[in-house]
Protein backbone atom coordinates (compact mmCIF):
# COMPACT_ATOMS: atom_id res chain seq x y z
CA UNK A 1 0.00 0.00 0.00
CA UNK A 2 1.25 3.75 -0.65
CA UNK A 3 1.54 5.67 2.00
CA UNK A 4 2.06 3.05 4.48
CA UNK A 5 4.56 3.28 7.25
CA UNK A 6 7.83 1.34 6.47
CA UNK A 7 9.00 -0.55 9.64
CA UNK A 8 12.41 -1.12 10.43
CA UNK A 9 14.75 -3.89 11.59
CA UNK A 10 18.11 -3.51 12.85
CA UNK A 11 19.54 -7.61 12.66
CA UNK A 12 23.01 -7.76 13.99
CA UNK A 13 25.07 -11.02 13.54
CA UNK A 14 27.92 -11.71 16.04
CA UNK A 15 28.80 -15.68 17.02
CA UNK A 16 30.09 -15.16 20.22
CA UNK A 17 27.60 -14.42 23.87
CA UNK A 18 29.98 -11.73 24.27
CA UNK A 19 30.13 -9.94 20.71
CA UNK A 20 26.00 -10.58 20.85
CA UNK A 21 26.11 -8.62 24.18
CA UNK A 22 27.95 -5.49 22.43
CA UNK A 23 25.67 -5.75 19.60
CA UNK A 24 22.12 -5.63 21.84
CA UNK A 25 23.79 -2.72 23.91
CA UNK A 26 24.16 -1.14 20.39
CA UNK A 27 21.57 -1.70 19.10
CA UNK A 28 19.23 -1.71 22.37
CA UNK A 29 17.55 1.93 21.46
CA UNK A 30 16.26 0.68 17.52
CA UNK A 31 12.90 0.11 17.35
CA UNK A 32 12.98 -3.27 16.17
CA UNK A 33 16.17 -5.42 15.87
CA UNK A 34 17.49 -9.39 16.03
CA UNK A 35 20.42 -10.64 17.05
CA UNK A 36 21.45 -13.83 15.63
CA UNK A 37 24.64 -15.85 15.56
CA UNK A 38 25.07 -16.73 11.86
CA UNK A 39 24.50 -15.26 8.18
CA UNK A 40 22.44 -18.75 7.86
CA UNK A 41 19.92 -17.78 11.02
CA UNK A 42 19.83 -14.26 9.66
CA UNK A 43 18.75 -15.62 6.22
CA UNK A 44 16.40 -18.27 7.28
CA UNK A 45 14.40 -15.67 9.17
CA UNK A 46 14.57 -13.19 6.25
CA UNK A 47 12.84 -16.01 4.11
CA UNK A 48 10.32 -16.07 6.81
CA UNK A 49 9.73 -12.67 6.80
CA UNK A 50 9.32 -12.56 3.45
CA UNK A 51 7.16 -15.64 3.03
CA UNK A 52 5.11 -14.25 5.56
CA UNK A 53 4.33 -10.72 3.58
CA UNK A 54 3.97 -12.03 0.39
CA UNK A 55 1.31 -14.72 1.82
CA UNK A 56 -0.27 -12.53 4.52
CA UNK A 57 -3.70 -14.01 3.85
CA UNK A 58 -2.53 -17.57 3.25
CA UNK A 59 -2.16 -20.47 5.57
CA UNK A 60 0.96 -19.67 8.39
CA UNK A 61 4.42 -20.80 6.97
CA UNK A 62 5.77 -24.11 8.47
CA UNK A 63 8.01 -24.45 11.17
CA UNK A 64 8.33 -20.76 13.64
CA UNK A 65 10.43 -18.39 12.67
CA UNK A 66 13.77 -18.09 14.05
CA UNK A 67 13.29 -14.97 16.09
CA UNK A 68 10.33 -12.12 16.01
CA UNK A 69 11.15 -8.27 15.84
CA UNK A 70 9.09 -6.55 18.44
CA UNK A 71 7.98 -2.52 18.68
CA UNK A 72 7.20 -1.74 22.19
CA UNK A 73 5.59 1.78 21.52
CA UNK A 74 1.94 0.41 22.14
CA UNK A 75 2.53 -1.52 25.36
CA UNK A 76 4.79 0.90 26.97
CA UNK A 77 1.85 3.86 26.78
CA UNK A 78 -0.28 2.16 29.14
CA UNK A 79 2.39 0.25 31.55
CA UNK A 80 3.39 2.39 34.11
CA UNK A 81 5.45 2.35 37.37
CA UNK A 82 4.16 4.02 40.15
CA UNK A 83 7.26 4.91 42.61
CA UNK A 84 5.24 6.50 45.27
CA UNK A 85 3.09 3.95 45.95
CA UNK A 86 5.54 1.21 44.13
CA UNK A 87 2.74 -0.47 41.61
CA UNK A 88 2.66 -1.45 38.50
CA UNK A 89 -0.08 0.18 36.62
CA UNK A 90 -1.94 -1.11 33.11
CA UNK A 91 -4.50 1.18 32.20
CA UNK A 92 -6.92 1.45 34.88
CA UNK A 93 -5.09 -1.76 36.58
CA UNK A 94 -2.80 -2.06 39.64
CA UNK A 95 -0.47 -4.49 40.76
CA UNK A 96 1.52 -4.10 44.05
CA UNK A 97 5.30 -4.78 43.47
CA UNK A 98 8.08 -5.44 45.97
CA UNK A 99 11.25 -3.04 45.73
CA UNK A 100 13.26 -5.44 43.60
CA UNK A 101 10.65 -5.95 41.53
CA UNK A 102 10.04 -2.20 41.40
CA UNK A 103 13.30 -1.13 40.49
CA UNK A 104 13.91 -3.85 38.15
CA UNK A 105 10.38 -2.70 36.00
CA UNK A 106 11.58 0.83 36.68
CA UNK A 107 14.64 0.17 34.35
CA UNK A 108 12.48 -1.50 31.67
CA UNK A 109 9.38 0.59 31.79
CA UNK A 110 11.54 4.12 31.44
CA UNK A 111 12.89 2.31 28.68
CA UNK A 112 10.74 0.05 26.24
CA UNK A 113 12.79 -1.99 23.39
CA UNK A 114 16.07 -1.36 25.00
CA UNK A 115 18.13 -4.55 26.09
CA UNK A 116 19.51 -4.41 30.03
CA UNK A 117 22.19 -6.59 30.61
CA UNK A 118 22.56 -8.56 32.87
CA UNK A 119 25.49 -6.82 34.68
CA UNK A 120 24.26 -3.30 34.25
CA UNK A 121 20.51 -4.51 35.98
CA UNK A 122 22.64 -6.14 38.80
CA UNK A 123 24.05 -2.49 39.10
CA UNK A 124 20.97 -0.79 39.31
CA UNK A 125 18.81 -3.11 41.24
CA UNK A 126 21.10 -4.38 43.72
CA UNK A 127 23.80 -2.13 43.84
CA UNK A 128 26.62 -4.17 42.76
CA UNK A 129 28.20 -5.64 39.96
CA UNK A 130 27.98 -9.75 40.87
CA UNK A 131 26.35 -12.11 38.87
CA UNK A 132 27.03 -15.35 40.88
CA UNK A 133 24.47 -17.83 39.22
CA UNK A 134 21.63 -14.97 38.18
CA UNK A 135 19.36 -16.58 40.28
CA UNK A 136 18.55 -13.70 41.53
CA UNK A 137 17.53 -11.67 38.60
CA UNK A 138 15.59 -14.52 37.23
CA UNK A 139 13.76 -14.78 40.56
CA UNK A 140 12.72 -11.37 40.11
CA UNK A 141 11.61 -11.66 36.53
CA UNK A 142 9.92 -14.66 37.28
CA UNK A 143 7.56 -12.28 39.72
CA UNK A 144 7.37 -9.60 37.07
CA UNK A 145 5.57 -11.58 34.41
CA UNK A 146 3.29 -13.50 36.62
CA UNK A 147 2.16 -9.65 37.52
CA UNK A 148 2.07 -8.63 34.19
CA UNK A 149 -0.19 -11.75 33.41
CA UNK A 150 -2.60 -10.75 36.17
CA UNK A 151 -2.81 -7.40 34.94
CA UNK A 152 -3.08 -8.53 31.20
CA UNK A 153 -0.69 -6.20 30.25
CA UNK A 154 -0.08 -6.30 26.24
CA UNK A 155 4.11 -6.21 27.64
CA UNK A 156 5.97 -9.01 28.58
CA UNK A 157 9.93 -9.64 29.66
CA UNK A 158 11.90 -10.93 26.79
CA UNK A 159 15.30 -12.66 27.73
CA UNK A 160 17.65 -12.12 25.47
CA UNK A 161 20.17 -15.17 25.52
CA UNK A 162 23.81 -14.23 27.24
CA UNK A 163 22.82 -10.73 27.20
CA UNK A 164 20.25 -9.97 29.68
CA UNK A 165 16.25 -8.35 29.47
CA UNK A 166 13.91 -6.25 27.77
CA UNK A 167 10.49 -4.99 27.75
CA UNK A 168 8.51 -5.48 24.74
CA UNK A 169 4.96 -5.79 23.76
CA UNK A 170 2.87 -8.33 23.01
CA UNK A 171 0.39 -9.50 20.66
Not at 25 to 48: M, P, W, Y
Not at 99 to 114: I, K, M, N, S, Y
Request: charged residues 20%; hydrophobic residues 45%.
Amino acid sequence: MLGSPVASLAIGIASSPDDRKKLAQLLGGTEAFLIVSSVDQARQFLNVVETSAVAATAAPVAGPPVAEPVTTAPASAALSVDSDRRVLRWHDREVGLTPLEHDFLHCLVATPGQVWTYQRLHLEVWGNEHLGRGSDIHSVVRRVRTKLALLDAAATIHAVRGVGYRLAATG
